[in-house]
């Protein structure tokens, strides 16, 4: 869109680089948790939005690692990326990435995996009995990254995908999470918003709650690194928003 032509071509000319010298980690993409060598349960996400956050936060001079999940996108610009499958080694890539300035959990990591993964396919028995899968809770990245002592980035965003009471359940996230700012929006079907180009969001910190316009994923992404940028300009690197 001319928009994003316009604000790539800024931040390609931009002299000042604001984030350089830092680095940026961002989760993107869902991730699949096996129950099977074929099967596999996952939550719904196309990883555009992680995607943009990652190229935006380069384009601002931030050295970026996206750990992402599989997604059908091609890799951002100036972006070291790895890849990954299932919450547990999306964890192990992003311990692997620290330290950081910033971290960015866009992901929709499954919060369930199942305990006992099947070596080989399982079979339908015919006689209508169906396999009972036992699940167990995915490590929480974004909960054990905030809680990191020696490598907390200074500031750590998480996400909220809400399909109800989206500000409260986001503010109960910040303060569960321990991460510094919440981008909580609206994912329910009506809202088009998981495989849809655009995202209605809501920035919010312990202190502030800013209702963001609609704007594509990608200007959402610009906006967010130009706003990580400006709590770093400031000095304090996490807390404020900024005007
Ligand atoms: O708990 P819930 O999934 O709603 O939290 C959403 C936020 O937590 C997102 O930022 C997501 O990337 C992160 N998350 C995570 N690891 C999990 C579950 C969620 O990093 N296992």
Redesign the pocket.
Known sequence: EPLEIVAALEDFFAVDMPLAGRHALV?SGP?YEPIDPVRYIA?RSSGKQGHAIAEALANLGARTTLVSGPTYLSYPLGVDVVTVES?KE??AACEAALPADIA????????WCVEEKSPEKLKKNGGGGVPALLLA?????????SASRATRPKLV??????TENVID?AKA?LS??G?DW??ANDVSMASGVLSGDENTVHLITETESEDWPTLSKWEVGVRLARRIALSFSDGSGSGSVGS
Request: hydrophobic residues 50%.
């Open positions: 989760t991730t939550n919450a999306m964890m960015v959990c866009a992901a929709a990591v499954c919060d809770e995915t490590p929480d990245i974004l909960a054990t990254i965003v998480g996400f909220a995908a809400e359940n996230k569960n999470k991460c919440i981008i």
